[in-house]
C-alpha cells in the first residue's frame, strides 16, 4: 500500500538524488566521468523500484540497502571532490552536493525501521490466525 510512511521516507531519498543530479552537473571528480550523474540516476531508478515494490517488504529493505551504499561512497566521492578543490572546504562557496546523500541515507534508514515495524505486525497477526 503506498499511504503508509516509509513510502513518504523513500519519496524524500528519491527527490534527494533528484536533486544531486540536478546540483552536481558540475562535478569533476575523475576528469570528465560523470560519475555523479549516473549514480543519481542509479539511485532514482533504485528507488523508484523500491517505492512500487511494496508487496515484497524483503526486496524493499534489500534496495533500500543498496542505495545506503550507494549514497555512502557519493558522500565520500563528493568529500574528497571538496577536499581538492583549491581553498578547502566553505561550503557556500562549493555547494551543498554533498547533503543530498546524507539526506538520502537518514531517510532510507528510517523508512528501513518502518519496514522492519510492518514486517513484525503481519508476522504476529499471522500468529494470531
Known amino acids: ?15 534527494a538524488a533528484a536533486f544531486l543530479y540536478i546540483t552536481g552537473q558540475d562535478v569533476e571528480v575523475f576528469g570528465n566521468t560523470p560519475i555523479i ?3 543519481s540516476i542509479v539511485l532514482v531508478l533504485i528507488g523508484a523500484f523500491s517505492l512500487f515494490s511494496f508487496k515484497n517488504r524483503k526486496r524493499q529493505i534489500m534496495l533500500n540497502n543498496i542505495s545506503i551504499i550507494i549514497n555512502a561512497l557519493l558522500i565520500g566521492i563528493l568529500v574528497y571532490w571538496m577536499q581538492n578543490l ?5 561550503f557556500p562557496e562549493k555547494g551543498i552536493e554533498p547533503v543530498f546523500p546524507l539526506i538520502a541515507v537518514i531517510c532510507l534508514f528510517l523508512a528501513n525501521v518502518f519496514i522492519k515495524k510492518d514486517e513484525r505486525l503481519v ?3 499471522d500468529r494470531l490466525r
Not at 500500500?1 to 527527490?15: A, E, G, H, Y
Not at 583549491?86 to 566553505?90: A, E, F, Q
Open 86 to 90: 583549491s581553498g578547502g572546504i566553505d
Open 123 to 125: 508476522k504476529s497477526v
Open 37 to 39: 550523474s549516473i549514480s
Open 1 to 15: 500500500m503506498l499511504q503508509r510512511i516509509q513510502t513518504i521516507w523513500i519519496l524524500l531519498s528519491v527527490l
